[in-house]
């Protein structure tokens, strides 16, 4: 099911975070930015859930031609990195590498651009203590840092807009603890309401600045 219905699209392409699947469709953060958009831009953009749980970047680079391609050229948001970082108890390693997801996302951004389309990445959310060690004795926060910063690094390298979702979480005060489930990882029914919020207000910050041809697509 599709949360658009007319304008510009919107892409929300990554992992659990973003397909939100532990909740009913209406509160999903997609669903929710959808509603947000509305409220400021009637008709003005559409948003699609692509987001599927438990994927790492290649697992999403695999699919990307059946479930992103069609729907450019859009504004393709990109979470990832939270699997991809992680380390299996078996296993001294991540999912995937730094650099390979590096590669990725930098793969992912190209193909938006070449397709006519904009590339926004997202800085994954801070997340609370996650208990126990990793195959590699590392907890899974401090496993999660360098994708992060690769994000990051990669976004400024490329010229492209990103959402720093930990810098916005701390301008607003947010309790990690109220905007994380219990997992300490996946959202709360009350994180999506204020993920949703998050992104709106990193789009305004970059693409729907005044001026973008998208901020006035609905006006």
């Not at 050229?73 to 730094?98: C, K, Q």
């Not at 590669?103 to 990445?121: D, T, W, Y």
């Not at 208990?131 to 899974?140: C, S």
Request: aromatic share 8%; glycine share 10%; with cysteine.
């Amino acid at each position: 099911m599709e949360t658009g219905h007319g304008g510009t699209r919107i892409i929300c392409f990554g992992d659990s975070i973003t397909e939100a699947g532990e909740f009913p469709h209406e509160q999903r953060w997609p669903t929710i930015l959808q509603r947000l958009l509305d409220a400021r831009w009637p008709g003005g953009f559409e948003v699609h859930n692509r987001g599927v749980s438990n994927n790492t970047s290649a697992q999403a680079f695999d699919r990307f031609a059946a479930d992103v391609l069609p729907l450019l050229p859009g504004v393709m948001l990109i979470e990832f990195g939270f699997n991809d970082a992680n380390v299996p108890d078996w296993a001294r390693v991540p999912r995937v590498a730094v650099d390979e997801f590096r590669k990725n996302l930098r793969e992912f951004q190209r193909i938006a651009l070449n397709s006519g389309g904009q590339c926004v990445f997202v800085i994954n959310h801070s997340i609370g203590e996650v208990t126990g060690r990793q195959g590699n004795g590392e907890n899974y926060r401090d496993n999660v840092a360098p994708y992060n910063i690769a994000i990051r690094d990669l976004a400024v390298t490329l010229n492209t807009p990103y959402i720093d979702l930990p810098a916005a979480m701390a301008a607003r005060s947010v309790d990690v603890n109220d905007f994380v489930a219990e997992d300490k990882l996946h959202l709360s029914q009350h994180g999506n309401q204020l993920y949703a919020e998050l992104i709106l207000e990193g789009l305004q910050a970059t693409i729907l600045s005044p001026g973008n041809t998208h901020a006035s697509s609905g006006a």
